[in-house]
């Protein structure tokens, strides 16, 4: 099989010396109806060895193992970049579980590249930003009335009733009033994000 491999990455740890290796290869078998072909991911380290898609594919004459993606292919750019960095981050992670446990393994490289170092505050923050999403639309639908009704009131130069004013005031009032709420619950879970 053919396929990219890039430096051996030497590591000393608590005098265990590991290599990793990180090889891009394509999976002909699994070529797509357009005739792209996935490149795939194998970290080998001290033999052992797990594999991954990249997310990327790129047609069969588009590929050299030792280049890449080769000029030819519209997006070799991108992919290249996008191989890079999958490169680089592999390779922190392959320091941060050294450090962690003192002994790296594949599957343990890998799990950490795909897992975000803050992944249960990602997951909370996407409830969260799905709370925001009902609360939002019933805002928008409420407004979108209100403005509809304001709109054919003073249609045509008319003036609505002192009485009407009025109403609508209050309306525009409590749809303020649920906006800024909104707003400052939103901001809140922005600041603590960064936080």
């Given amino acids: 099989m053919k396929g990219a491999i890039f430096n051996r990455f030497t590591s000393t740890f608590m005098n265990f010396k590991q290599n990793l290796t990180i090889l891009f290869f394509l999976v002909r078998n699994k070529k797509s109806k357009d005739g792209k072909i996935p490149i795939y991911v194998r970290v080998t380290i001290d033999g052992l060895n797990e594999k991954f898609s990249s997310g990327c594919k790129v047609l069969d ?3 050299d193992p030792k280049k890449l993606a080769l000029p030819t292919d519209p997006s070799h750019k991108q992919t290249n970049k996008t191989l890079g960095q999958i ?15 003192g002994l790296a ?16 505050k990602l997951k909370d923050e996407k409830v969260k930003n799905l709370a925001f999403s009902p609360k939002l639309d019933d805002l928008i639908d409420n407004y979108i009335k209100f403005s509809e009704k304001k709109r054919k009131a003073y249609e045509f130069d008319q003036v609505p009733s002192p009485e009407r004013k009025i109403l609508f005031e209050n309306q525009e009032s409590v749809l303020q009033k649920e906006l800024d709420k909104i707003s400052t619950e939103a901001n809140f ?5 960064q936080g």
């Fill in 105 to 120: 393994t594949p599957t343990l490289v890998i799990e950490s590249y795909k897992t975000p170092l803050n992944g249960q």
């Fill in 189 to 193: 879970y922005r600041c603590y994000r």
């Fill in 87 to 101: 490169k680089a981050d592999l390779e922190r992670h392959f320091d941060l579980i050294q450090a962690k446990s």
């Fill in 61 to 63: 004459e588009n590929w």
